[in-house]
């Protein structure tokens, strides 16, 4: 059997109008078979104000980054990039850092947007 981790957001358990991001597992008996939406299982909420999550674990190792965009209706969203241990600080979501990393728009050399 195999376990797949995966991130998805929704408006349930946001924080007023924000989504919520979460993460389930999915366990796989067959290699390449696709879980359905039945064969998840929400493991935790790992934000209130998220959506776009997206997963990747660190080459040769068993630390695993976070990124997602974490929202906020009244200045625009960041993105934020979280560094965790291993999969079981994961599913606890218990993070070792957090960076966030404001998104800005400027203006070319004569006024223009770029």
């Known amino acids: ?59 040769n190792t068993d630390k695993i980054i976070l990124a997602y965009e974490l929202e906020d209706h009244h200045n625009g969203n960041t993105v934020a990039i979280r560094l965790y241990e291993n999969t079981m600080a994961f599913k606890e979501n218990n993070w070792l850092r957090e960076v966030q990393l404001s998104k800005t728009i400027q203006e070319g050399p004569k006024g223009e947007n770029i």
């Open 1 to 59: 059997n195999s376990t797949l981790l995966g991130v998805f957001h929704t408006g349930f358990g946001g924080d007023g109008p924000n989504r919520a991001l979460y993460l389930a597992t999915a366990t796989l008996s067959e290699p390449g078979k696709v879980p359905r939406s039945g064969d998840w299982t929400v493991m935790t909420k790992l934000t209130e104000r998220g959506s776009m999550g997206f997963l990747r674990r660190v080459p």
